[in-house]
């Protein structure tokens, strides 16, 4: 036999596996419909695991780790079958397609958003971008730009969720899962941290830096070369950092801060774009108390708990995968008070209208043990 006999033969194998793949689709399709009559659960561990062993038993030694690969893949498959028919639409699904339909069309140009920092603050620009004109309010921590937007001071909050260099924003998540807020639209802002330091101040004479300890993280590698002398001193924001020197009667002291705070505080660029490395984004959400869905929504963020048991998290993603949905990122989180216990949060890719959508919506819900919509959306790049 030459190659080409090998792929007719193989073509051939092809074509009688997919006709007993479909037979064995439809008899799902009919177990599904059972266990819908009789209030039956779609998952069978005991039954699932039974399957898995005697499947490669008869497999052999050599072909033992495929068969696992292949039935695990084929089960999947099946559940997403049967979740359909056991699942058709929740609760969760039904809200989110209702408020992409009552949503306005158009995201809102004018706005009052709540902002952590000062003018100046990375938020600010990050505001600028998500609205014409924005109206913005200050506060000191995260927590109280939340608490504006629960007691309706602000229709919005402009915060930093995860930067390129430095990683997440740990507590906008916690907080996030505290308040229940959604996220309406995000944008990825390109970061250029500047040394800023007051009229005549040169480099040298610098003995003190101050900045968001996000900032700190993102230029640790210029900072460590300026010299153990130098101390590094953690502010609120990097405009409050700005503002603090530019108000001190100090002439050795300097700010690491966007260069809009130069004319904002009457500053000068001691020396420009110090981050580690030149890429350096950070990702700043724009959350609201209710959810809002705009047109062109492609982005969808969800956190969730599994069981704490091998091959929970498995479950999740290969359910996933099935359904043909692209995973933008995948990050854990500990959960607290619980030992070696994660929340993980994802960012998916998926229109909100399509099938595998609310299919996914539905079955998530109904295999985790914590689940959470954070909101579907446009990212401004």
């Known amino acids: 036999m030459d190659l080409q006999d090998y792929r007719e033969h193989i073509d051939k194998v092809d074509d009688a596996l997919l006709q007993l793949f479909k037979e064995r689709m ?5 177990i599904a419909e059972y266990k819908k009559e009789h209030g039956l659960p779609a998952l ?12 490669g038993e008869k497999a052999g030694d050599a072909l033992r780790s495929y068969s696992y690969m292949l039935y695990s893949m084929l089960f999947e498959l099946s559940r997403a079958r049967q979740g359909s028919i056991l699942h058709p639409a929740s609760e969760l699904s039904k809200t989110i397609l209702s408020a992409a339909e009552h949503t306005e069309r158009v995201f809102p140009q004018h706005a009052l958003a709540a902002c952590q920092g000062a003018e100046g603050a990375y938020a600010q620009i990050a505001c600028d971008r ?9 506060f000191t921590s995260f927590d109280a730009v939340f608490g504006a937007i629960r007691d309706g001071l602000c229709q919005y909050g402009v915060l930093p969720l995860e930067n390129s260099a430095a990683g997440s924003v740990n507590m906008v998540y916690d907080l996030m899962m ?19 330091a007051k009229e005549g ?3 040298n004479a610098i003995r003190e830096i101050f900045s968001h300890e ?9 900072l460590k070369s300026l010299g153990k002398d130098v101390k590094i001193t953690a502010a609120a924001n990097t405009a409050e950092a700005a503002k603090m020197v530019a108000e001190s009667g100090r002439s050795d002291v300097a700010a690491l801060a966007s260069r809009s705070c130069c004319e904002l505080y009457g500053l000068k660029c001691v020396e420009s774009s110090v981050q580690d490395g030149g890429i350096n984004y950070t990702r700043f959400i724009c959350i609201s108390r209710d959810l809002e869905i705009y047109p062109g929504a492609d982005r969808t963020s969800i956190m969730l708990t599994t069981a704490h048991k091998p091959g929970a998290l498995y479950r999740v993603l290969g359910r996933i995968y099935t359904l043909g949905v692209n995973i933008v990122k995948l990050e854990s989180r500990p959960i607290p008070d619980r030992d070696f216990e994660f929340m993980f949060y994802f960012d998916l890719e998926t229109s909100i209208y399509s099938k595998q959508f609310s299919e996914l919506i539905c079955e998530l819900e109904n295999m985790c043990e914590e689940f959470h919509y954070l909101g579907s959306y446009t990212e401004i790049v």
């Open 44 to 55: 069978d561990s005991a039954r699932e695991r039974e399957k898995l062993a005697a499947m």
């Open 130 to 138: 998500l609205f014409t004109e924005p109206n913005i309010l200050y």
């Open 178 to 196: 505290r308040y229940s807020f959604k996220i309406a639209r995000s944008v990825r802002l390109k970061i250029d941290h500047n040394l800023l």
């Open 26 to 30: 439809d008899i799902s399709q009919q």
């Open 201 to 203: 101040v040169k480099k």
């Open 214 to 222: 996000q900032a700190i993280n993102q230029c640790a590698g210029y």
